[in-house]
């Protein structure tokens, strides 16, 4: 296998913002966010794409982007969430990987052209990242 990003963040010898390190599953903000709080969601197992993940990782998957979609909605007040997984096509890391977005209503984003909104400095991206993080901990 070639070398993979988040195979190597998971791994220890890439840095990253992680939010998330449980035994199936880590999560950590996205470097190219739509909005602060946009994290991405993976199995710690290297598969590809949603039909290459085993059976048994589904649940811990899912259930755990159903609790990070209320620790994003929470840590950053929004009002909602989208939750998306890109198979192959727009996929920039071959690793499954979930997106969480925090969504506010009004905030632009119209069908699938979406512009990024980056965080305004390191200080708000870590602060974003401690956040969710609390917030996890009463989901």
Same mark, same amino acid.
Request: glycine letters at 6%.
């Given at each position: ?10 791994? *220890? ?21 739509? @909005? ?43 009002? *909602?969430?989208?939750?998306?997984? &890109? &198979?192959?096509?727009?996929?920039? =890391? ?13 905030? *632009?984003?119209?069908?699938? @052209? ?8 390191? =200080? ?16």
């Amino acid at each position: 296998m070639e070398s993979c990003r988040f195979c190597e963040i998971i791994a *220890g010898r890439h840095d990253a913002d992680v939010v998330l390190d449980e035994e199936h599953t880590v999560a950590l903000l996205d470097v190219r966010p739509l @909005f602060p709080g946009h994290t991405l969601l993976m199995p710690r197992r290297h598969v590809e794409t949603l039909e290459d993940l085993p059976d048994g990782l589904l649940g811990p998957l899912l259930g755990t982007a159903r609790r990070l979609s209320v620790a994003v909605r929470t840590a950053v007040d929004a009002d *909602g969430t989208f939750v998306a997984i &890109n &198979n192959k096509v727009s996929q920039s =890391v071959p690793h499954l990987h979930i997106h969480i977005v925090p969504r506010r209503r009004h905030d *632009g984003l119209r069908g699938f @052209f979406w512009p990024r909104h980056d965080y305004d400095d390191e =200080v708000h991206r870590k602060r974003t990242a401690v956040a969710i993080k609390r917030a996890l901990e009463s989901v």
